[in-house]
């Protein structure tokens, strides 16, 4: 089991930019994949974003290629989630996951009962 460690998040007005990192401690990150999502306030934890951690292949929501990136640095053990021109309505805990079995399809990676272990999530908050 790895143990995630999410941070980089904090209070920032409208139209700026963070970049969340999610650290894998304890050993080498050996999963097949490690996801983003977040969970608003009286809402369902929403999928945001995954990455293959060999190939580095991406797989986003439409709604948020625009402005989220995805990206890991596997030397560092480490995967980070980019958002530019931060809206109010991506205030959330953001929370990382890792994935061990093999997904290919968009569903797989967007299901988020098919990860495994979770962080304990880094709060963003928008202000307008």
């Known amino acids: 089991q790895v143990q995630l460690i999410e941070s980089g998040g904090g209070l920032v007005q409208a139209g700026g930019s963070l970049r969340l990192s999610c650290a894998a401690s304890?050993?080498?990150?050996?999963?097949?994949?490690m996801g983003w999502f977040r969970q608003a306030p009286g809402k369902e934890r929403e999928f945001v974003a995954a990455?293959?951690?060999?190939?580095?292949?991406?797989h986003l929501p439409d709604s948020m290629k625009a402005r989220f990136t995805i990206s890991r640095d596997s030397t560092k053990n480490t995967g980070y989630l980019q958002i530019n021109f931060l809206e109010p309505e991506d205030t959330a805990v953001y929370y990382c996951?890792?994935?061990?079995?093999?997904?290919?399809?968009?569903?797989?990676?967007?299901?988020?009962?098919?990860?495994?272990?979770w962080g304990q999530g880094t709060q963003v908050t928008v202000s307008s």
């Open positions: 304890g050993h080498t990150f050996s999963g097949h994949a």
């Open positions: 990455i293959t951690w060999i190939g580095g292949n991406t």
């Open positions: 996951a890792a994935k061990d079995r093999p997904s290919y399809s968009y569903a797989e990676f967007s299901d988020i009962n098919s990860y495994d272990d």
